[in-house]
């Protein structure tokens, strides 16, 4: 089982629609969550961290489920600037690494 | 806001020869890390640094690699011995406290011929 796992893609949504993407981490250990998104080319930036009680930042939301290893990401109301590919991120488990996934890549339609 | 630095942001090298890309960390940061993302790839874990000694480093972290901070603010990664595999961007990343979230400098593209 890869350490992080995510849907490739791509997602090809019209503009202001609802999208959501999908994670499992196999390190049951792991301590902390993000989603980082990723433009072509670019440096991964954080679009925001998990937590176990759901957090919500303007039109994403994320949520964490432990007992499954299980990660979520929600955009509403999409945008063309949502465009990028979406970095499911894990960290801990006794060590500082930041371990990726491949990337969901978003293209968001007019 | 603080940001990463690194530079340059394209390097070309002919094989076989050494290369050392460079960065500064946020300011008050005290986690270094090096990642990096061969084209089509996922960013894979290198190195991370933490007072003055390496705290982990990944199996790509070879004898060929090396790290160093050789002052209070620059974080450089040395690639000894070029080989065209190692063409990848490399990206540089800081943290405050350990698990908290990383912040990564725009990158360096290393160019292997």
């Known amino acids: 089982r890869k350490e992080v796992e995510q849907d490739p893609g791509p997602f090809n949504v019209p503009e202001g629609a609802t999208v959501a993407f999908n994670c499992t981490y196999s390190?049951?250990?792991?301590?902390?969550f993000f989603w980082y998104r990723q433009d072509c080319r670019k440096e991964p930036k954080l679009l925001m961290s998990?937590?176990?009680s759901g957090n919500e930042d303007g039109r994403f939301t994320a949520q964490l489920n432990r007992a499954s290893q299980y990660i979520s990401l929600l955009i509403r109301d999409s945008k063309l600037s949502d465009s990028a590919t979406y970095l499911c991120?894990?960290?801990?488990?006794?060590?500082?690494?930041?371990?990726f996934g491949t990337g969901t890549r978003l293209t968001i339609i007019p | 806001e603080p940001e990463v630095t690194q530079t340059p942001s394209h390097q070309v090298t002919q094989m076989g020869q050494e290369v050392i890309l460079r960065c500064v960390p946020i300011?008050?940061?005290?986690?270094f890390y090096w990642y990096r993302q061969i084209l089509g790839q996922k960013v894979e874990f290198l190195v991370s640094?933490?007072?003055?000694?390496?705290?982990?480093k990944s199996e790509i972290f070879d004898d060929q690699f090396s790290v160093e901070r050789p002052d209070g603010s620059n974080f450089t990664l040395k690639i000894r011995s070029t080989k065209l595999e190692d063409s990848a961007m490399y990206f540089c990343?800081?943290?405050?406290?350990?698990?908290?979230?990383?912040?990564f400098g725009d990158g360096t593209r290393l160019s292997i011929l």
């Open positions: 998990v937590y176990s």
């Open positions: 991120v894990v960290n801990g488990g006794g060590n500082e690494k930041l371990t």
């Open positions: 300011s008050n940061h005290l986690y």
């Open positions: 390190n049951s250990a792991s301590q902390s």
């Open positions: 990343a800081s943290s405050d406290v350990t698990h908290q979230p990383q912040h």
């Open positions: 640094f933490y007072n003055n000694e390496i705290s982990e």
